[in-house]
C-alpha cells in the first residue's frame, strides 16, 4: 500500500520474493523514496512494539494488533465500576482470535450487556466497503452483573433492532458450550438457528477441547500452515525457471536426477472433494489478484492423467523439513478464506504428496489415523449440517484454526459402530467408501486409494453420481446429528444454491430432493422417526 502511488511496480510485482527485490534496489534508484518507507516502517514497528511491552493492553496487545481492539480494551479499564461503555468497533471484536481474551474475559465476568451487528450493506458508512461489519458493543464496569446478554446479527438500519424476533438472549454457560476454548462468540441470523446450534453441541462434542485434560483431541489433531506466500517466497520456482534449470516435467512434478520439484497447492485449486478444481493462471494486468483461476472442464476430470497447473513448484525437500510423520499418501485441506454468506463456508479435500500454500491449511495427525477413519473426518467437515454450524462461528473471511477447533466433530471410534441404515458393514466403511469413490478419480491419488484398500484405485469421474454420493453422505450426517426432518429442510433453504426443489445444482435432480429422499429412505432403514 504504502508504495501504491509512489512506485506502482513495487506494489504490483507479482510475489512477495520480487517486491523485496524492488524494494532493495530502491535504496540506490530512489534513495528519498526508500528513506521515507524505512520511516514509515520503523513508526509502525515502534508503535506495535509500545501496545506490545507498555503492560497497558495484556488482552490485545498481541498478535497482529488493530487499534480498535486497543482503545476497546483501554475502554474496558478505565470504566467506573458502576460505568457503562459503548463503542462502535468491527466484529471482529466478539469474533477474532487476537480479541478472544478480551472477550473471553467480558462474558466470564458477566459484563458484557450487548452486541447490535450490523452488515453496511445499506451502506450505513459511506466510505466503507460493503462487506464490511460493524457493532456496537455495549459493556460495564466490573461490578456489572448481567444473567445474559442480548444479541442482534446481520442487522442493516437501526430500525432493525426494535423487532423483538431479531433479539436473542446468550448466557456465559452458552459461549462455553459453542465455544468452550475461547468463549468467544458465535453469530445467529435467528432464534431457530440458535437453539439448532444449541442442540447439535448438546450431542456432539467439538474438534478440539483444550478444557480437557485428557481426551480433548481424539483425532490429534494439528494444524499446519505449510508455507506463507509472502515469507517463503524465496522458496518458489515457476514452471520456467525450472526447464532454464534443466528440469523435465513429470506428471504434477518437475524431474532432474534425484531433485524433484512438488507442485504448490493454493486454496483456489480445491474444491469439495476435488483436488484438480482449477489451474491458476498469472494476470499480471490484475495486480489485486494475480493468480487467476481456469477451471478444470469434465473432459479433463474424466482423463486420470490430467493435472492441474499450479502458479509455483517447490522442492520435495522443504516439504518433507515441515513434516513430522509424514502422512505421505495424500492431506486433508481445507480453504481458509470464507464467509458465512457464502455457497458453502467449509470446503475440504484430499489433495495428493505436494507443497500447500497458506490458504489451504493442512488438518494432520499427531498419533496413526488410517486413510479409513480420515475420509470419515473429511465426510464431516464437508457435510451441510457442519456447514449450518460453522457459518454460526465465521464473523471475518477467513475460517481459523481456533474456529474449526470448536466445531462439532464425531470421534473416531464413533465410526466403529454398525451402519444404522445398513447394517451388514461399519458406520466407518459406508462413510468412506463414498468419499474415496468422490476423492480418488485421479492417477496421483492412487497412494492415498492403495492404503485405504480402494479397488480399484482410480474411481471414474462421474457428476451425476457424485451428487448422489454428496446428497447420501448429507443425509447421512443430518441424521447422525439428529436433525429432525422439518429442521433438514429449513437447514437446506439457508444455503444459497442449493434450496427449493427445482434447483439443478448439480444436474438432475435438485439437490434438496436429493438429500431428503437419501434422509426419509436412511431414517426409515435405521427406524427413526420424528
Known amino acids: 500500500e504504502f508504495f501504491e502511488s509512489s512506485a506502482p511496480h513495487i506494489a504490483t510485482a507479482v510475489s512477495a520474493a520480487t517486491r523485496r527485490r524492488y524494494i532493495e534496489e530502491l535504496e540506490k534508484e530512489n534513495p528519498e523514496l526508500y528513506r521515507l518507507y524505512k520511516q514509515a516502517k520503523d513508526s509502525a514497528e515502534k508503535t506495535l512494539e509500545h501496545v506490545r511491552t507498555c503492560e497497558r493492553f495484556p488482552l490485545t496487545g498481541q498478535g497482529d494488533i488493530n487499534t480498535y481492539a486497543v482503545f476497546a480494551e483501554l475502554a474496558y479499564s478505565i470504566v467506573a465500576s458502576h460505568g457503562r461503555v459503548g463503542l462502535l468497533v468491527p466484529s471482529g471484536i466478539a469474533t477474532d482470535h487476537t480479541t478472544k481474551e478480551f472477550f473471553g474475559g467480558l462474558v466470564s465476568e458477566k459484563r458484557l450487556i450487548a452486541i447490535y451487528d450490523f452488515e453496511n450493506k445499506a451502506p450505513i458508512f459511506p466510505d466503507v466497503h460493503r462487506s464490511f461489519k460493524i457493532t456496537i458493543l455495549l459493556f460495564g464496569g466490573k461490578d ?27 448466557t456465559p454457560a452458552d459461549f462455553k458450550l459453542f465455544n468452550p476454548n475461547t468463549l468467544t462468540c458465535p453469530i445467529f441470523r435467528s432464534k431457530r438457528d440458535a437453539e439448532l446450534t444449541k442442540a447439535i453441541y448438546r450431542r456432539v462434542p467439538v474438534l478440539v477441547d483444550n478444557t480437557r485434560k485428557e481426551g480433548g483431541n481424539p483425532w490429534g489433531i494439528k494444524f499446519l500452515r505449510m508455507f506463507d506466500q509472502t515469507n517463503d517466497a524465496e522458496l518458489f520456482h515457476t514452471a520456467d525457471k525450472l526447464k532454464v534449470e534443466g528440469f523435465k516435467r513429470d506428471g504434477s512434478c518437475w524431474k532432474k536426477g534425484k531433485a524433484r520439484f512438488l507442485p504448490l497447492y493454493e486454496a483456489k485449486m480445491i474444491q469439495m472433494y476435488d483436488h484438480r478444481a482449477a489451474s491458476v493462471v498469472v494476470t499480471e494486468e490484475n495486480w489485486m489478484r494475480q493468480g487467476q483461476t481456469a477451471d478444470t472442464s469434465q473432459v479433463q476430470h474424466q482423463n486420470p492423467e490430467f493435472v492441474v497447473d499450479p502458479r509455483w513448484w517447490i522442492h520435495a525437500d522443504e516439504v518433507r ?27 475440504s479435500a484430499f489433495i495428493p504428496f505436494a507443497g500447500v500454500l497458506n490458504s489451504a491449511p493442512l488438518m494432520l495427525h499427531d498419533k496413526p489415523i488410517s486413510v479409513r477413519a480420515r475420509s470419515c473426518l473429511l465426510a464431516n467437515l464437508n457435510s451441510i449440517p457442519f456447514d449450518f454450524v460453522a457459518r454460526q462461528k465465521v464473523g471475518g473471511l477467513h475460517l481459523n484454526f481456533f474456529i474449526v477447533e470448536q466445531l462439532p466433530v464425531f470421534a473416531p471410534d464413533y465410526y466403529t459402530a454398525r451402519c444404522p441404515w445398513e447394517k451388514r458393514t461399519t458406520l466407518e466403511k459406508w462413510v468412506s467408501d463414498r468419499v474415496l469413490k468422490l476423492s480418488c478419480t485421479s492417477n496421483d491419488m492412487i497412494p492415498l486409494a492403495e492404503a485405504a484398500g480402494f479397488d480399484p484405485p482410480v474411481h471414474k469421474w462421474n457428476p451425476e453420481e457424485r451428487a448422489d454420493l454428496m446428497a ?29 426443489s427445482g434447483d439443478t445444482f448439480f444436474g438432475g435432480m435438485g439437490t434438496t430432493d436429493r438429500i431428503l429422499k437419501y434422509y426419509d429412505k436412511f431414517a426409515e432403514t435405521a427406524g427413526h422417526s420424528d
Request: charged share 25%; hydrophobic share 40%.
Open 321 to 347: 523439513k515441515l513434516l513430522e510423520s509424514a502422512e505421505a499418501d495424500g492431506f486433508v485441506a481445507y480453504k481458509d478464506v470464507t464467509s458465512s454468506t457464502n455457497q458453502r463456508t467449509m470446503i
Open 144 to 170: 456489572t452483573k448481567a444473567v445474559s446478554s442480548d444479541f442482534v446479527f446481520f442487522a442493516h438500519t437501526m430500525a432493525d433492532l426494535e423487532d423483538k424476533n431479531r433479539h436473542i438472549a446468550l
Open 472 to 500: 447420501q453422505l448429507d443425509a447421512a450426517y443430518f441424521l447422525m446429528y439428529g436433525i429432525k426432518r422439518d429442521d433438514v429442510e429449513y437447514i437446506l433453504s439457508t444455503f444459497n444454491g442449493i434450496n427449493g
